[in-house]
């Protein structure tokens, strides 16, 4: 089995890309730690002690290197992750909104959660929705 290689050597224009990356100071922890190892790992420095000083372990700082040399300087930020789509759309945030502003049914002096959910399935906006997923729509609008 072969030793693979510990170290790296940057391209001149990676190398300085870097060090002024670096020293802006505004960065996000993460892609300060890895932009970090691969200067470090340019300067000759181990994996073991990159990753000492760093607080990771040693297969990270591998792994960091092996993305450098497959993707070069875009493996330093994450990719966007999708995440979970809204349940609720703007226009039926709307609609709750709109009906919580509007004038109460008879006999109530205000609005409940309960009843504005119960309204909103009554005027067909929407199929079901709870009071709590109300109170966040309504949350986030004041």
């Not at 670096?22 to 691969?38: F, I, P």
């Not at 330093?76 to 995440?83: A, N, S, W, Y």
Request: proline share 2%; charged share 25%; net charge positive.
């Amino acid at each position: 089995m072969r030793k693979q290689q510990q170290y790296l050597r940057l391209s001149e224009e990676h190398h300085r890309f870097l060090t002024i990356f670096l020293a802006k100071g505004t960065l996000n922890a993460r892609v300060a730690r890895r932009a970090s190892a691969l200067l470090q790992l340019h300067q000759g420095s181990g994996l073991n002690k990159i990753a000492t000083s760093l607080g990771v372990v040693y297969q990270t700082v591998a792994d960091w290197r092996d993305k450098y040399f497959a993707q070069g300087l875009d493996f330093l930020t994450d990719k966007k992750r999708i995440g979970r789509p809204p349940i609720f759309d703007g226009d039926l945030r709307a609609k709750v909104t709109a009906l919580a502003c509007s004038d109460t049914p008879d006999g109530r002096a205000k609005w409940s959660l309960r009843l504005l959910a119960d309204k909103m399935v009554e005027l067909d906006y929407c199929q079901t929705i709870s009071h709590r997923q109300v109170q966040k729509i309504l949350k986030k609008t004041s």
